[in-house]
């Protein structure tokens, strides 16, 4: 089953705010992916986080790996219409990524 | 070019009947993988293959059998479709196992079962 949880669901952000999106495992992970599915399109990676506490930022993007090893947070600042998707997380596991259930995300102009 | 391509992007048929999904990698990958995704966005993965050999297979009923004539292609096949079956189904490629790296997902195929 579905080992790594996201919540929020949903996020509806006012441009130009920040949001925090969350991902959540009971077991330790290995590595911990990130990936962004625009409405109509398919998944795209965004980055991947593999040591403990590591944090990783992507122009607005700010990626975090927890120091357990056990949650991860994707935070983005100044939200632009463009930020418009289903952000997922993604547990990698021997030939096996595993995808949290997403956080979409709307954004009011 | 594009690194993952999948046929047909829709289709839409009658239950009961069998259909095929193609998928072509160029991207020297040895992992494929095929994943279906439902109406409420949750991607569950179905089979992975490695070197044209299965690694994965997630408790996927039998009526969808995948097949991998050489590393770059990873077919599906369904027979007897059901209404179930309805969603997008994706294909991908990594390099190595899901460890080395990223993912690289088709377009996806939207399958409609009436």
């Known amino acids: 089953g579905q080992q790594v949880m996201q919540i929020p669901q949903y996020q509806h952000v006012q441009e130009g705010e920040d949001f925090t999106t969350y991902c959540n495992s009971s077991?330790?992970?290995?590595?911990i992916q990130w990936y962004k599915q625009r409405p109509g399109g398919h998944p795209v990676f965004l980055i991947q986080l593999v040591k403990s506490g590591e944090v990783k930022k992507q122009k607005r993007l700010t990626f975090q790996f927890g120091e357990a090893k056990k949650n991860s947070s994707l935070h983005i600042t100044a939200t632009q219409t463009t930020d418009v998707g289903t952000y997922f997380c993604v547990e990698a596991n021997d030939y096996k990524l595993s995808f949290g259930a997403g956080t979409t995300v709307t954004v009011r102009a | 070019d594009t690194a993952v391509s999948q046929t047909p992007k829709y289709l839409v048929t009658q239950m009961g009947n069998d259909k095929s999904i193609k998928c072509e990698q160029n991207l020297g990958h040895d992992t494929m993988y095929w994943y279906k995704q439902d109406s409420k966005k949750f991607l569950k993965i179905m089979f992975s293959y490695n070197n044209k050999e299965l690694i994965i297979n997630e408790t996927v009923p039998n009526r969808f059998s995948p097949k991998s004539p050489d590393k770059a292609h990873l077919n599906l096949h369904i027979n007897s479709l059901e209404l179930g079956d309805s969603a997008v189904y994706f294909c991908?490629?990594?390099?190595?196992?899901?460890?080395?790296?990223?993912?690289?997902f088709g377009e996806g195929s939207r399958l409609t079962v009436l």
């Open positions: 991908a490629s990594s390099q190595v196992g899901a460890l080395a790296g990223e993912l690289f």
């Open positions: 077991t330790t992970l290995s590595n």
